[in-house]
């Protein structure tokens, strides 16, 4: 199943850093632009078919207006490059409404850690908290200030509320510097970057008490290989019962069965395939819930998680 989407226009491409290039994005009929919340992501059709995800980093007031930066990943599977050498001002893009899967909660005081190309969820953050007037502090590094996308904008902000960490001239982040910041009343930790960083910042933080960490990955996390066993899923609206076999992706199995589950990643990290679990106990593989939803366990995401019961009863 596709997601709804509208059709968009390049209206500017502009370099923000070593390998990192800013679209801003109109749609084609003039009309308004859907209104969008901090943390929320946008899914691209690339000229090649190609789809893949960005977060919008602009002015949440403009409704003229998406703005997205990609960095060139000589990793990445070719979208990012197809985009730095290949899409041009006037191009029209397919894209899908506005997710959120990494959205801003209220809280007394804020830390935001960003790693490279993840200030780009983090900038809205920052524009909606300094407005909101709760406390907050930020932590951006990078390989170098060249390769660091936005510090113009940064710049505009309260020094002492941003500390800027080039790799080539401080180092790592340490983990240190983040611990001395924060406040005493609770606190959410947002963290955005290479796994590297993200999985520092969890297994410090993760289950600090005054703390509530939030995290959004670009790619999936290393989550071992499934279960080397099979199990059922049974579609609760009509009593059918499918069988998962081994390293087998139970998305697909429902999708073969006919059954009308969105999808958009197939990797754990967007969360277009959630699904409400009725009974049964979920593996969970992705990088999108919360430990809360996973300690409830009644929803996963079939792309990738698999099942710890011998049936899950799911609510299709």
Known sequence: MELETIYLQVLRKQREADRV??????????????EWQPGAHIELTLPNGQKRQYSLCGDLACRDIWQIAILNDPHSRGGSRLIHENVA?????????????FPLVSAPAYIM??????????????????????PWRLIYGGRSRASMAFLDKLSSLPASAVEILPQDEIGLIDLDL?????????????????????????????????????????AASAKGAPEDGSFEIELARSGRILSVPPFESPLRILREAGCDVPYSCEAGICGTCAVRVISGTPDHRDDVLTDEERQAANVMLPCVSRALSSRLVLDI
């Open 178 to 218: 983040i611990d001395s910041l924060v406040a005493p009343v609770e606190t959410a930790l947002y963290c955005c970057g290479p796994e590297v960083l993200i999985s520092a910042v969890e297994a410090r933080f993760r289950n600090r008490p005054g703390i509530s960490l939030y995290r959004e990955r670009f």
């Open 113 to 134: 850690v960003a790693g490279g190309i993840g200030i780009t969820p983090i900038l809205p953050m920052i524009d909606r908290i300094a407005r909101s007037g709760a």
């Open 89 to 101: 001002v006037g191009d029209v893009l397919t894209s899908s409404l506005p997710r959120n899967q």
């Open 21 to 34: 290039v800013s679209l801003e994005l109109g749609r084609i009929d003039g009309a308004p632009l859907p």
